[in-house]
Structures are given as C-alpha cells and as structure tokens.
C-alpha cells in the first residue's frame, strides 16, 4: 500500500523554476530515505537528489549542485524538490523514489519541460 504521487511539473523558460512534490503514504514516512530521479526521453533514468530520514543529509548530482534543493516535511508526509536556475537539459520526468523493506517504490512521474 505504498504510494507516493508527484506535482509540480510543467513548462517554464530557461532561467525559471519549479517545485516538485511528492505526497507519500502507506508506510512510516519519517522512517525512511527518500529520493527523485529523473529521465529524459532516450536516456536512463538518474539519481538527481535524496534526503536521510530525519532531513538533516543530503545529496545531489554534480549537474544540479546549487541549483536545486531537496527537502521533506515529515509532519506532511511530502518531500520536495526546489529547481531554480532551470536549464533545457533539466528537461525530464520526475520521479519520487523510496525504499520501505527492501523493495523500491516509485511514483507517477512529473513532466518538466524547460524551454522558450
């Protein structure tokens, strides 16, 4: 009964932003990781950002150092990802990613288009 469910995405200019979120539930969410990737139409899927379970580490790919920002309210069961400075090659899918008992779960997926 996990279920983790993405928003946020749409179509912004290069030099924009976007929020993303995921709306997680079905498990013990302040107990657990919690990660987005992302995956451009062509090309693997990739580890963007994640966040330890308490919020207090995190990590982010080299291409979106300083640009993006991933955060998690517990009391709201939601994680999110702040993308400031967006460029075309951020064009992607969204996903949420978790790991409850050893087995992956991922979300829906967002679409992020940046573009002019």
């Known amino acids: 009964q996990v279920q983790l469910v993405e928003s946020g995405g749409g179509l912004v200019q290069p030099g924009g932003s976007l929020r993303l979120s995921c709306a997680a539930s079905g498990f013990i969410f302040s107990s657990y990781a919690m990660s987005w990737y992302r995956q451009a139409p062509g090309k693997e899927r990739e580890l963007v950002a994640s966040?330890?379970?308490?919020?207090?580490?995190?990590n982010y790919v080299d291409s979106v150092k300083g640009r993006f920002t991933i955060s998690r309210d517990n009391a709201k069961n939601t994680v999110n990802l702040q993308m400031d400075s967006l460029k075309p090659e951020d064009t992607a899918v969204y996903y949420c990613r978790t790991n409850v008992r050893y087995i992956r779960y991922w979300g829906q997926g967002t679409q992020v288009t940046v573009s002019s």
């Open positions: 966040i330890n379970s308490s919020g207090g580490i995190t």
